[in-house]
């Protein structure tokens, strides 16, 4: 028996041993092959098991595994590299980067795709390119960034929108922007804007533009204008983190290119026109002395001027300021068990460089994913986010403090003598208004999308998505009582008047969703797509307002003590049901073809055109999978493409703008029903019909990357008013006529100069050309007006100009001359000799960006450039402040001093005459090329080691300085700031680029941050 004992012991200690001598530890370092340096946070993994480990601020790494087990190396950027151990105890390993081109992940909205098996044109941002910047909008930081998408700022005001356009403008009345989309959920194109302003770019994991008809084909009867899809982060599965980021800085006006008038100049000036102006003429009453400057002598006109010159100042510097810029982020993200978490918290406040404007936002975020069982998966994404800004008029007059720094004369001061504000030769006083005249509007919006994904079975992924998005705007505007505007609009029965509106949009959007992924053999492969959605959008809104108010601290409706009479409420819904398929097929991974059909009916179209069908084509092949190119050393990416299809855009059509409408009135003391728009059962979605051909290259072992693309497309059916018969008792009815097309190219450069392990220089560049043309308008229609400047006309780009052409000056008399229709010179001014100026619009022939990034070791400095070539701006400020004479009253430049003085001058402006017989008129004259280059972004940044971090236990701890809107390049001297958006809201100059008038001007940023991760 003890024999027995003793032999299972031994046999015991024998396995316990063997067990033993089976696993043993392994240490080792991870490192790049692009740059050899090591790679910390590396993921290390037994293969089959979850038995895992990182990389240290070394790339080292240490792990116990079984003997002749597989380890797993894998970093985001690289190919994964499995390494058998069998006997060894230390590995070096080298990852090698991985094929940008092929691996890079594209979002289409429904599903994502590798860069190998997508045949669309898309162009990707990554979160790098916009994070960290003091801008609030993420429009507004797309630009420069993407091929084939112009961004225009609609002007400097805190929190402005952009205006985006992809490959050209395709529509006159319709939307021109495109359909954006937030974590799979469409947004109502009217609360678009607001949402880019919401989100916080620093909770971005992607963002594509989907350009051609085989991406934005999916979306229907919304992608015409193209897709911006964005796609926010979820938390990190191998470690758990808590950031924060602040910034602070400073903004102002970026300077003018001009110069304005001295009070010197001015004065000069006015007396030689024959002006007295009020100033003067006080000066000149108190002193006993006539008040026409031309009936005293030199000698007193001058003691005169000097009064007047000693008190002159810049209205720039009293009105306005230098604003602050501060952002707070909170963000914790990370991995428990099975549930990932990403939850972040913004705070960003602006002061405007003018009092009474600012922003400020508060936004958060929190995105849930977790793994119910093996097979399912339930994830929420909520983002919710306030702006509230207050705001200064941007109309053409003294209420503007934007125009008012502009007409005031440099001589005119601020306050009178008893204290109180001076009017002025306008009559207002800015300042006073600034104060007592306050508008404040504030935006909530939010969404939430609820997602389940469930996999039956191999390949297959079902899942069900309810997203819901809310836009809930409110507007307060305050005419204080005893205020001098209320003085001058208001009741004197009933001081001060307050207007409250308001407005929410609530959209539903429900989409299920079928993928399937199989293979036949090895060569086939295949992804099927189903989708079924239906989208219901809600829009109500308020105005009230009332007057007499007791006191200018009581602002809120309930203290008026008068109803206008102007309240009203209102109620709009639409609804779409839509089926999507999509098919993609490649063979080999070589050659790819891809189909979709997608149909929509929605209740905003005719009775006759309720459902439109969207189909897409495409193809592609990768070439430098065949074998005849693998030899190629230098060649790694070669990959041709082309598409076609078909897309709608119902934005043009209101929610009943195909019924027979009615309104109420009153007849004989009787409620009775008025016929108020004729239905037009036909009306439907303007079409467009995309084709695309593009080629993706990576050469030099991936040091240069790009692509260049083709496009050409047509919009049919664009929507018109079209006169009808006055005896039906209206004067016009919406329909589906006239057309355009937008033809152009899309080239994409990016270049990896140095890239070795301490230094990486690269350099980025786009270059987008576009060629727009209208082909034809409603019968009998041969141009349409457009803001007074401009028209829709076939054979001519979109808002092409009409204006009279400016011939000079007749040297004898100083008369402005202009050419009539037939080329002749006249004297005589007439709106009639108006052509179109063939070739000039505002819309630019080339536009693009370019940039740069240097790093050494923990230092990076970044740049970047935009440029437009080829639109043109006529230019109302110029118009305005080098006025012939016309505008004497108030402050000019100094090029309106060039005027002509005696026979012989040239190259001068025409005789002013200040009893106003001249005036400054609408000739192309004041009709520019607005060529520009930006300096737009440079940050300096650095990046401490983590051997120094990691002892503090910080993750990673990084500190940045940066500028905006630092330079300008402006090849034709545009007059003033050649990067133009809306002239002016509330005088209807919304075209961007069409005009300039005293919109709120671009600012120039100096900012400092600093991000510390745990």
């Known amino acids: 028996m003890k024999k027995l004992v003793l032999a299972f012991l031994c046999f015991s200690m024998l396995c316990v041993t063997q067990i033993f001598a089976q696993s043993h530890l392994v240490t080792g370092v991870v490192t790049g092959k692009d740059d050899g340096k090591p790679i910390p946070g590396a993921t290390v993994r037994v293969?089959?098991?979850?038995?895992?480990?990182?990389?240290?601020?070394?790339?080292?790494?240490?792990?116990?595994?079984?003997?002749?087990?597989?380890?797993?190396?894998?970093?985001?950027?690289?190919?994964?590299?499995?390494?058998?151990?069998?006997?060894?105890?230390?590995?070096?390993?080298?990852?090698?980067?991985?094929?940008?081109?092929?691996?890079?992940?594209?979002?289409?909205?429904?599903?994502?795709?590798?860069?190998?098996?997508?045949?669309?044109?898309?162009?990707?941002?990554?979160?790098?390119?916009?994070?960290?910047?003091?801008?609030?909008?993420?429009?507004?930081?797309?630009?420069?960034?993407?091929?084939?998408?112009?961004?225009?700022?609609?002007?400097?005001?805190?929190?402005?929108?952009?205006?985006?356009?992809?490959?050209?403008?395709?529509?006159?009345?319709?939307?021109?922007?495109?359909?954006?989309?937030?974590?799979?959920?469409?947004?109502?194109?009217?609360?678009?804007?607001?949402?880019?302003?919401?989100?916080?770019?620093?909770?971005?994991?992607?963002?594509?533009?989907?350009?051609?008809?085989?991406?934005?084909?999916?979306?229907?009867?919304?992608?015409?204008?193209?897709?911006?899809?964005?796609?926010?982060?979820?938390?990190?599965?191998?470690?758990?983190?808590?950031?924060?980021?602040?910034?602070?800085?400073?903004?102002?006006?970026?300077?003018?290119?001009?110069?304005?008038?001295?009070?010197?100049?001015?004065?000069?000036?006015?007396?030689?026109?024959?002006?007295?102006?009020?100033?003067?003429?006080?000066?000149?009453?108190?002193?006993?002395?006539?008040?026409?400057?031309?009936?005293?002598?030199?000698?007193?006109?001058?003691?005169?001027f000097n009064a007047l010159i000693a008190q002159s100042h810049n209205w720039q510097d009293d009105i306005l300021r230098s604003g602050k810029i501060k952002q707070h982020q909170l963000v914790i993200s990370g991995h428990e068990n099975k549930t990932n978490y990403y939850a972040s918290f913004q705070k960003y406040d602006e002061d405007?460089?003018?009092?009474?404007?600012?922003?400020?936002?508060?936004?958060?975020?929190?995105?849930?994913?977790?793994?119910?069982?093996?097979?399912?998966?339930?994830?929420?994404?909520?983002?919710?986010?306030?702006?509230?800004?207050?705001?200064?008029?941007?109309?053409?007059?003294?209420?503007?403090?934007?125009?008012?720094?502009?007409?005031?004369?440099?001589?005119?001061?601020?306050?009178?003598?008893?204290?109180?504000?001076?009017?002025?030769?306008?009559?207002?006083?800015?300042?006073?208004?600034?104060?007592?005249?306050?508008?404040?509007?504030?935006?909530?919006?939010?969404?939430?999308?609820?997602?389940?994904?469930?996999?039956?079975?191999?390949?297959l992924s079902i899942s069900s998505q309810i997203g819901l998005t809310l836009n809930d705007y409110t507007r307060e505007y305050f005419i204080k009582p005893g205020s001098i505007l209320d003085n001058y609009v208001g009741d004197p029965a009933a001081p001060g008047d307050k207007t409250d509106n308001g407005s929410r949009d609530f959209n539903y959007d429900w989409i299920n969703k079928a993928i399937y992924r199989f293979d036949v053999n090895s060569d086939h492969h295949f992804t099927v797509l189903g989708v079924q959605e239906f989208q219901k959008d809600v829009f109500t809104s308020y105005t009230l307002e009332s007057k007499g108010f007791p006191s200018p601290d009581l602002p809120t409706q309930d203290n008026a003590s008068a109803n206008s009479g102007k309240n009203s409420t209102s109620y709009s819904a639409y609804t779409i049901a839509s089926l999507l398929g999509e098919i993609d097929y490649n063979y080999k991974g070589k050659y790819f073809v891809t189909g979709s059909i997608r149909n929509d009916g929605s209740s905003r179209f005719g009775a006759n055109n309720r459902y439109g069908a969207f189909g897409a084509g495409s193809i592609g092949w990768l070439i430098t999978s065949e074998d005849f190119a693998k030899n190629i050393t230098w060649l790694n990416v070669l990959k041709l493409r082309a598409s076609i299809g078909n897309t709608g855009n119902f934005s043009g059509i209101s929610n009943y703008q195909a019924l027979g409408l009615y309104g109420f009135g009153n007849y004989g003391g009787k409620s009775t029903a008025i016929p108020t728009q004729i239905p037009n059962p036909n009306l439907t979605w303007e079409k467009k019909l995309k084709r695309d051909v593009g080629i993706?290259?990576?050469?030099?072992?991936?040091?240069?990357?790009?692509?260049?693309?083709?496009?050409?497309?047509?919009?049919?059916?664009?929507?018109?008013?079209?006169?009808?018969?006055?005896?039906?008792?209206?004067?016009?009815?919406?329909?589906?006529?006239?057309?355009?097309?937008?033809?152009?190219?899309?080239?994409?450069?990016?270049?990896?100069?140095?890239?070795?392990?301490?230094?990486?220089?690269?350099?980025?560049?786009?270059?987008?050309?576009?060629?727009?043309?209208?082909?034809?308008?409603y019968s009998g229609a041969n141009e349409i007006a457009s803001n007074g400047v401009g028209v829709v006309k076939p054979g001519e780009a979109i808002y092409t100009y009409k204006v009279v052409r400016y011939a000079g000056v007749n040297s004898q008399t100083g008369a402005a001359q202009f050419l009539d229709k037939n080329g002749n010179i006249t004297e005589t001014y007439n709106f009639d000799n108006a052509v179109v100026e063939s070739g000039k619009s505002p819309n630019p022939k080339f536009y693009g960006g370019f940039g740069t990034s240097v790093s050494y070791k923990g230092f990076e400095l970044t740049a970047d450039f935009t440029y437009s070539y080829g639109g043109y701006t006529y230019n109302n400020v110029y118009q305005n402040l080098d006025a012939w004479g016309s505008?004497?009253?108030?402050?000019?430049?100094?090029?309106?001093?060039?005027?002509?003085?005696?026979?012989?001058?040239?190259?001068?402006?025409?005789?002013?005459?200040?009893?106003?017989?001249?005036?400054?008129?609408?000739?192309?004259?004041?009709?520019?090329?607005?060529?520009?280059?930006?300096?737009?972004?440079?940050?300096?940044?650095?990046?401490?080691?983590?051997?120094?971090?990691?002892?503090?236990?910080?993750?990673?701890?990084?500190?940045?300085?940066?500028?905006?809107?630092?330079?300008?390049?402006?090849?034709?001297?545009?007059?003033?700031?050649?990067?133009?958006?809306?002239?002016?809201?509330?005088?209807?100059?919304?075209?961007?680029?069409?005009?300039?008038?005293?919109?709120?001007?671009?600012?120039?940023?100096?900012?400092?941050g600093a991000n510390i991760t745990f």
């Open 696 to 777: 993706d290259f990576e050469l030099f072992n991936s040091r240069i990357t790009g692509s260049f693309e083709y496009y050409n497309e047509t919009t049919s059916g664009l929507l018109f008013q079209l006169p009808v018969s006055q005896t039906t008792g209206f004067s016009a009815v919406y329909k589906n006529v006239g057309g355009l097309y937008n033809k152009g190219i899309d080239l994409s450069l990016n270049g990896d100069i140095v890239r070795n392990k301490d230094v990486k220089w690269s350099v980025y560049g786009n270059i987008n050309y576009n060629k727009n043309k209208v082909t034809s308008l």
């Open 47 to 304: 293969k089959g098991q979850t038995t895992g480990s990182q990389t240290d601020v070394n790339g080292k790494f240490s792990l116990t595994v079984p003997d002749n087990a597989n380890l797993s190396f894998s970093f985001l950027g690289y190919l994964t590299q499995d390494v058998s151990v069998a006997s060894k105890s230390s590995l070096t390993v080298v990852l090698v980067p991985a094929n940008r081109e092929l691996d890079e992940v594209v979002v289409t909205g429904y599903q994502t795709k590798t860069r190998a098996n997508n045949t669309a044109a898309i162009s990707t941002i990554s979160p790098k390119e916009i994070a960290d910047k003091p801008i609030p909008g993420i429009d507004n930081l797309l630009q420069g960034k993407a091929a084939g998408v112009q961004i225009t700022t609609e002007n400097g005001r805190p929190g402005a929108n952009a205006f985006i356009r992809i490959r050209g403008t395709g529509s006159v009345n319709a939307s021109q922007q495109p359909l954006l989309v937030v974590d799979g959920v469409q947004i109502p194109d009217a609360a678009a804007p607001e949402f880019y302003n919401t989100l916080n770019a620093n909770d971005v994991a992607n963002i594509s533009v989907l350009k051609d008809a085989s991406a934005s084909s999916l979306y229907g009867a919304r992608g015409s204008n193209g897709v911006v899809v964005i796609t926010t982060k979820n938390g990190s599965e191998s470690s758990n983190h808590i950031s924060y980021t602040f910034q602070y800085g400073t903004n102002r006006k970026i300077p003018d290119n001009f110069q304005m008038m001295s009070a010197a100049q001015k004065l000069q000036y006015e007396y030689d026109l024959g002006y007295t102006n009020g100033d003067l003429a006080n000066y000149l009453s108190a002193n006993n002395l006539p008040t026409d400057v031309t009936q005293i002598t030199d000698a007193q006109r001058q003691t005169a």
């Open 887 to 1008: 505008n004497y009253y108030q402050a000019q430049s100094t090029l309106a001093l060039n005027y002509w003085k005696k026979p012989g001058d040239v190259n001068v402006l025409p005789k002013p005459d200040a009893a106003g017989a001249d005036q400054t008129y609408v000739t192309d004259q004041y009709l520019q090329k607005d060529d520009y280059i930006r300096f737009r972004t440079l940050q300096l940044a650095y990046t401490l080691p983590k051997a120094i971090t990691q002892k503090f236990k910080v993750y990673s701890l990084r500190v940045f300085l940066q500028g905006q809107n630092l330079l300008t390049i402006n090849p034709h001297h545009f007059f003033g700031d050649p990067e133009v958006g809306i002239g002016s809201v509330e005088s209807g100059l919304l075209i961007p680029g069409q005009n300039t008038l005293y919109s709120y001007p671009s600012t120039r940023q100096f900012t400092f």
């Open 352 to 459: 405007g460089i003018v009092v009474g404007s600012n922003l400020n936002k508060y936004n958060g975020k929190l995105n849930l994913s977790t793994e119910v069982k093996p097979y399912l998966t339930l994830s929420n994404n909520l983002s919710l986010g306030e702006r509230s800004t207050n705001e200064t008029r941007d109309r053409y007059n003294a209420q503007n403090p934007f125009y008012a720094i502009y007409a005031y004369n440099p001589y005119e001061k601020v306050y009178n003598a008893d204290g109180s504000y001076n009017l002025t030769s306008q009559g207002f006083p800015i300042l006073e208004a600034l104060k007592n005249n306050p508008e404040n509007q504030k935006y909530l919006n939010g969404y939430n999308t609820t997602t389940v994904d469930f996999h039956p079975i191999k390949g």
